[in-house]
């Protein structure tokens, strides 16, 4: 099934906002209607707003909806189900286990850095997290594709505001390393100014690269070129 336009006559409105909604959050163009969020390019970081607009405009999350063609949402039985009115909170959160445990890593890293404790959990809780959503949407269009670039897609969406603020921090202090600037500042530490490093963003970027070279490397051998 083919989308043409968003004012396309054969589109309900539902539709035609969700679509909206993707390209919006994905900085994409959708085309076909067959491709489904994960072949989009969609991550972790857009899952969770396109779902609750999923739940906004159809009243429910079909299951693995991600990796269901878009087509999946024009169907009667969905497409025939009202809008709720609201979509209250512990609703959304007994959708995605993934989201809880990030938001109490989040707090419990957050309590760290204000003195009320630390815990190692926090961070492990979230780089664990990372690993879950990395085969769950990444690796699939790896495979899918055999090309990389959901993978630098993914990493240059916090890498370049990471890169870009430590670029203006190292001009504030007079302190340029280049490592830091490139998210590998943990790697390669600025004998002056050992500190100022975004080090979870730095693990969580090496981890994912070498993921996703592992993934197209096996992928590569277990599916020869035709």
Do not use: K
Not at 2 to 13: A, E, K, M, T, V
Not at 70 to 90: I, R
Not at 106 to 122: D, E, K, P, Y
Request: hydrophobic share 50%; with cysteine.
């Amino acid at each position: 099934m083919l989308f043409r336009s968003r004012d396309d006559p054969g589109l309900d409105d539902r539709l035609r906002a969700l679509v909206a909604e993707i390209e919006d959050a994905l900085e994409t163009t959708v085309d076909r209607l067959d491709r489904s969020f994960v072949d989009l390019g969609g991550d972790s970081l857009s899952y969770v707003r396109v779902s609750m607009s999923i739940e906004e405009l159809y009243g429910r999350l079909p299951d693995r909806w991600e990796e269901q063609p878009l087509s999946l949402f024009a169907e009667t039985d969905l497409a025939d189900a009202a809008p709720p009115e609201a979509v209250g909170l512990w609703s959304f959160v007994t959708l995605e286990l993934s989201i809880l445990l990030r938001c109490v890593s989040i707090l419990l890293v957050v309590m760290t850095h204000a003195g009320a404790g630390w815990s190692m959990a926090a961070t492990s809780t979230l780089f664990v997290v990372s690993g879950i959503n990395f085969e769950r949407f990444i690796a699939p269009a790896i495979r899918r594709g055999r090309s990389l670039s959901p993978l630098w897609h993914f990493v240059a969406r916090f890498a370049v505001p990471a890169g870009l603020w430590q670029l203006l921090r190292s001009g504030w202090v007079h302190a340029f390393w280049l490592p830091n600037i490139l998210l590998m500042g943990t790697f390669f530490q600025n004998p002056d100014h050992p500190v100022y490093t975004f080090w979870y963003l730095d693990v969580l970027a090496a981890n994912v690269v070498v993921m996703g070279l592992l993934t197209r490397g096996l992928s590569a051998r277990s599916r020869p070129e035709d």
